[in-house]
């Protein structure tokens, strides 16, 4: 069974930045996908970005050039970096990976921008 830890939420002014982590435990092999989704009061669960075994990215229109993604496979551990956040991007963000064809998620951690 595999776990995901994340961490890395807080509050923050509009323009700030975040970073996110999410590391993932128990099993043996490595996960194909990893990525972060998001879900707002009253909205359902968003795509915010994901990333491949190797380099290969993609992001939501709403966060392409502010949200950078990356991973480290040994362990399997990927980060999100927020920046120019915006009080449209609190929310609950959730950490997704994808092992041997099964899916897995964190349990959120919050984000709010807020002046």
């Known amino acids: 069974q595999v776990q995901l830890v994340e961490s890395g939420g807080g509050s923050v002014q509009p323009g700030g930045s975040l970073r996110l982590s999410c590391a993932a435990s128990?099993?043996?092999?490595?996960?194909?996908?990893m990525g972060w989704y998001r879900q707002a009061p009253g909205n359902q669960r968003e795509l915010v970005a994901e990333?491949?075994?190797?380099?290969?990215?993609k992001y939501a229109d709403s966060v392409e050039g502010r949200f950078t993604i990356s991973r480290d496979n040994v362990p399997d551990t990927v980060y999100l970096q927020m920046n120019s956040l915006k009080p449209e991007d609190t929310a609950v963000y959730y950490c997704?990976?994808?092992?041997?064809?099964?899916?897995?998620w964190g349990q959120g951690t919050q984000v709010t921008v807020s002046s």
């Open positions: 128990g099993s043996r092999f490595r996960a194909s996908v």
């Open positions: 997704k990976a994808v092992v041997l064809f099964s899916t897995y």
């Open positions: 990333i491949t075994g190797g380099t290969r990215a």
